[in-house]
């Protein structure tokens, strides 16, 4: 991962094509993460697009199904992120309930409320978050 001048209003993401290169499946992993709702309408083996519309530009998108739910009903569930879970899950569950849209630490911390903007920077750096694909959107 480039360290140039990132600093914590630089943002991030989760590369997908990293996972593919890494014979990891996202789309498991994104299963696996997601609330009993989403769960009880989909399967691991779910595999569809749909159109996604952000909530604040009202662009329309394809969107993975299992990415659109927990963008749209994780992000709300109580569990999603918790005060318990380690900071680099809830880091990693973020950029989930963002539908993956590039992140910057402030705008992590303010979703999680967990750390700081410096210390999410400092994680979203490590190597545990660079096994899970995220990388920053400024290179």
Not at 1 to 24: C, H, N, V
Not at 62 to 72: E, F, G, H, K, T
Request: overall charge negative; proline content about 6%.
């Amino acid at each position: 991962m480039p360290i140039g001048r990132l600093t914590t209003k630089s943002k991030f993401y989760i590369d997908l094509a990293y996972w593919e290169q890494q014979g990891r499946d996202f789309h498991r992993e994104l299963y696996d993460v997601l609330c009993d709702e989403c769960r009880q309408m989909f399967t691991p083996d779910t595999l569809q697009m749909v159109d996604h519309v952000d909530a604040v530009t009202g662009q329309v998108k394809p969107m993975d199904a299992l990415l659109d739910c927990a963008s749209a009903v994780c992000d709300q569930a109580p569990d999603f992120v918790t005060p318990k879970m380690p900071l680099t899950r809830a880091i990693f569950r973020a950029f989930i309930a963002a539908g993956n849209e590039p992140q910057s630490a402030e705008e992590i911390f303010a979703r999680i409320k967990k750390g700081s903007p410096g210390v999410i920077l400092k994680e979203l750096l490590s190597s545990q978050m660079e096994q899970d694909g995220i990388t920053s959107a400024e290179f």
